[in-house]
T-cell receptor
Framework: DQQVKQNSPSLSVQEGRISILNCDYT??????FLWYKKYPAEGPTFLIS?????DKNEDGRFTVFLNKSAKHLSLHIVPSQPGDSAVYFC????????????FGTGTRLQVFP | GAVVSQHPSWVICKSGTSVKIECRSL??????MFWYRQFPKQSLMLMAT?????????EQGVEKDKFLINHASLTLSTLTVTSAHPEDSSFYIC????????FGPGTRLTVT
């Protein structure tokens, strides 16, 4: 039972344009969501998070949107850069502190010049 | 801030031997650390939650006698893969909460 899903395994975007990565979840108990960037053979790097009391959180080029009624979140990267090319995982937990994370299946983003 | 290290970064061992992987939070204290494994082209799967000073909580399907976890201090958790077999070959990653989870660089285990 995949509680967190990323239905697009890959995404290709031109440099300078917007990258939109999507994530859906099924468990209504989740109230904290995170996005991670990962390169092969490395640990995930934390990018941005959002709690369920918000619908938007922005940090530089990264913005996360949360639609609780649809159980959907998205990560926007503007403008996209070639260095953004990596696998992006969304993750969810029931609390923002010590609860375990449930990861999505990942989306491979490729930003081309 | 929020740096997590792992040692070793990669290890090759023979079938039947045991391997210990260390996870350290370098600039913060973590009462809770997590251990994940990732198979090629798959997502990260939580193996266990490591709590300082108490027993680890294992996810369903993870053998606690095979994957021994010790969280002896607020900055160190260890995962020991006992009697390793080739099917244990994987990428093992730890994380610590601050409060978002920050991950170590991972350990590639290959069992021959």
């Amino acid at each position: 039972d995949q509680q967190v899903k990323q239905n697009s395994p890959s995404l290709s975007v031109q440099e300078g344009r917007i990258s939109i990565l999507n994530c859906d979840y099924t468990n209504s108990m989740f109230d904290y969501f995170l996005w991670y960037k990962k390169y092969p053979a490395e640990g995930p790097t934390f990018l941005i998070s959002i709690s369920s009391i918000k619908d938007k959180n922005e940090d530089g080029r990264f913005t996360v949107f949360l639609n609780k009624s649809a159980k959907h979140l998205s990560l926007h990267i503007v403008p996209s850069q070639p260095g953004d090319s990596a696998v992006y995982f969304c993750a969810a937990s029931r609390s923002y502190n010590t609860d375990k994370l449930i990861f999505g299946t990942g989306t491979r983003l490729q930003v081309f010049p | 801030g929020a740096v997590v290290s792992q040692h070793p970064s990669w290890v090759i061992c023979k079938s039947g031997t045991s391997v210990k992987i260390e996870c350290r939070s370098l600039d913060f204290q973590a009462t809770t650390m997590f251990w994940y494994r990732q198979f090629p082209k798959q997502s990260l799967m939580l193996m266990a939650t490591s709590n300082e000073g108490s027993k680890a909580t294992y996810e369903q399907g993870v053998e606690k006698d095979k994957f021994l976890i010790n969280h002896a201090s607020l900055t160190l958790s260890t995962l020991t893969v006992t009697s390793a077999h080739p099917e244990d070959s994987s990428f093992y990653i730890c994380s610590a909460s601050q409060p978002a989870q920050y991950f170590g660089p991972g350990t590639r285990l290959t069992v021959t």
